[in-house]
């Protein structure tokens, strides 16, 4: 068996398995949301690694114990970059495991967990059925001054890509929202399958993060950067703070925390599509 390890510097471990995680009836919850049921844990390893095993597919070791998924899987990685990025998660805690920091490992697990059992095609539908109320798409009547704001922030993406799809979206200020015509749905549909399983699953992620599809399309397309992206799903609550004031260091934390689950999952896109379509679309850009 082929078999190669990368040492990270830094002290690492093993995570425990997870009937002692969490009861069995809760694994489903624990899956998709790590930090509901670890919030933190003092560090009990020392060293981190990655290795290849026969199949191919990469595995995380905390020191001499291979890591698992809440769910009692082997936690494996489909390629090397990604077992990277999960063990640096690892390696980068310190006394304390703040699991909730950990977005990259908590993508993976949910991806291999599948706690909720769903096909690619029930995670293309939910996507699109999140276009119908992106907020980019959902527009105030007043005040002029956020009239104006949202026009000039959110028209210029929402163009970009009714131009790069060629399709029609469109923006309401009707509590309904805009109709979306089934062309576009159909367009994006077929777009999406494009993607593997893991990589909408990441997808997914962004999109709930920035509650919106054109958003996140355009943060994994590369035409906005993840601070741009963050702070045009937060247009109306930056108006609102200009105006009232800020919330002392409550909402820097809240856009810092967005930002850096958005980022994450955007990485988790780019990883897990390292040998998909979706990467070389990327790469032709």
């Known amino acids: 068996m082929f078999r190669r390890l990368v040492r990270l510097q830094g002290p690492l471990g093993n ?8 009861p069995r009836n809760q694994q489903l919850r624990c899956a998709v949301n790590y930090s509901s049921a670890l919030v933190e844990k003092r560090r009990f390893y020392k060293d981190v690694s990655i290795s290849q095993s026969e199949g191919g597919l990469y595995e995380v070791n905390l020191d001499r114990r291979k890591l698992k998924t809440p769910g009692g899987k082997l936690f494996t990685a489909p390629n090397e970059a990604m077992a990277i990025a999960v063990a640096t998660e690892w390696d980068a805690q310190k006394d304390t495991l703040k699991y909730y920091t950990m977005h990259l490992t908590t993508l993976c697990n949910t991806a291999l967990d599948n706690p909720t059992h769903r096909t690619k095609e029930q995670m293309i539908s939910a996507a699109l059925k999140f ?3 992106d907020t980019v798409c959902y527009r105030v009547d007043e005040p002029p001054s956020l009239v104006e704001l949202q026009k000039n922030e959110w028209d210029p993406v929402l163009h970009w890509i009714e131009n790069r799809y060629n399709v029609t979206i469109g923006s309401s200020s ?15 549909r077929q777009h999406l399958k494009s993607y593997n399983f893991w990589s909408m699953t990441g997808l997914e992620f962004v999109i709930t993060q920035l509650k919106s599809v054109v958003l996140a399309i355009g943060v994994i397309d590369r035409h906005l950067s993840v601070e741009q992206a963050v702070l045009l799903s937060r247009l109306e609550e930056e108006y609102q703070i200009k105006y009232w004031g800020n919330v002392e260091w409550a909402h820097d934390y809240e856009s810092y925390e967005l930002r850096a689950r958005t980022a994450a999952g955007a990485l988790f896109v780019h990883l897990s599509s390292e040998s998909s379509t979706v990467k070389r679309k990327l790469m032709q850009n």
């Open 131 to 133: 276009l119908e109320t």
């Open 174 to 188: 009707n509590i309904l929202g805009p109709e979306i015509p089934k062309e576009t749905k159909d367009t994006f």
């Open 15 to 22: 995570i425990l398995s997870p009937d002692k995680v969490c």
